[in-house]
């Protein structure tokens, strides 16, 4: 890839914290290389305190856009000028569009979710879903779930009851009847394990097992995972995660996070430029350089 920034280079970039584990500068920079657009993807590694400074920086620099990723999906929300409808609905933003002095926030995770999970719909029609984080990832994993698909049952799990309060009430906002929804503190179940066994899909919607630190799992015990299991990671560095690693060895269906990523990246490609992705490349690409 042609490395080259002129002065009249337009650019966008990541604002998150910790984000030295990102791969979105190659994907986003393969795809402008590929399309010839002279823009250039950064990434800004943002402690929270200095999240508000950061995000008036990049539009006084004239930053075309941005991605947000945790822990800031959320919190950048009151500081945008307009979200599209599906942001009011999930109250999370992982792309920001600045037109005309104007920041408007957008979701892509929840369509990078379905994109990569679409072909597992009849799998788990019927079926008990647990899902470990109740942050900007975990809304977009409900939205889709709760709007695509047609799960019995989802139970959201978290260390932080305020987070959970506030999905609770979101969801109260999207008017599901269909599903059964509840949630509950991941340290004070009592049957977690039950839990585990008796759900058809896991999906880690937190940052445990990523890049550095690849010997944690969100489920420690492999013994809690069956064949019958489908176990999503929404890590994508490292390419195969500790918990995609230990529910393999028992025979379950482990999926990574990073078709997640290309999909919801390539959604925000298309709302920066107007062009499509080219996926197939960027796939080969971010495997090349995880391996």
């Known amino acids: 890839m042609e490395e080259r ?35 250039v993807y950064l990434p800004f590694e943002v402690e929270p305190d200095d999240f508000e400074k950061a995000v008036v920086g990049l539009k006084a620099a004239g ?4 991605n947000v990723t945790m822990p800031f999906k959320e919190l950048v929300i009151k500081l945008l000028d307009d979200v599209d409808d599906e942001v ?25 979710f379905f994109r990569t999970f679409e072909i597992y719909r ?7 879903v647990l899902i470990f984080g109740a942050g900007g990832a975990a809304k977009a994993v409900l939205y889709s779930l709760l709007h695509r698909f047609e799960p019995e049952s989802i139970l959201i799990l978290d260390i932080l009851e305020d987070k959970i309060d506030n999905l609770r009430m979101l969801i109260k906002s999207w008017n599901v009847k269909s599903v059964n929804i509840s949630f509950d503190l991941l340290n004070r179940l009592n049957d977690l394990e039950e839990r585990i066994k008796k759900s058809k899909l896991i999906i880690n919607a937190t940052p445990v097992g990523m890049t550095p630190n690849i010997q944690n799992s969100i489920i420690d015990n492999e013994n809690n995972f069956r064949n019958e299991h489908i176990i999503y990671d929404l890590v994508y560095n ?22 997640m ?9 298309k709302i920066w430029t107007g062009k499509d992705m080219p996926v197939e490349k960027v796939k080969e690409k971010l495997e090349s350089a995880l391996k």
């Open 5 to 39: 920034v002129y002065t009249y280079s337009k650019f966008c970039g990541l604002l998150g914290y910790p984000i030295k584990h990102t791969l979105s500068p190659l994907m986003h920079n393969l795809s402008f290389d590929y399309h010839s657009i002279d823009w």
């Open 63 to 66: 930053a075309v856009g941005f």
């Open 88 to 112: 009011k609905k999930m109250g999370a933003v992982n792309t920001v569009k600045i037109i005309n002095g104007k920041m408007i926030g957008y979701n892509t995770d929840h369509r990078g």
């Open 122 to 128: 009849d799998d788990i029609e019927g079926e008990k």
């Open 238 to 259: 490292p390419l195969k995660t500790a918990l995609q690693k230990k529910a393999e060895k028992m025979g379950a269906v482990a999926i990574g996070g990073l078709d």
């Open 261 to 269: 990523l290309i999909y919801q990246g390539a959604e925000a490609f």
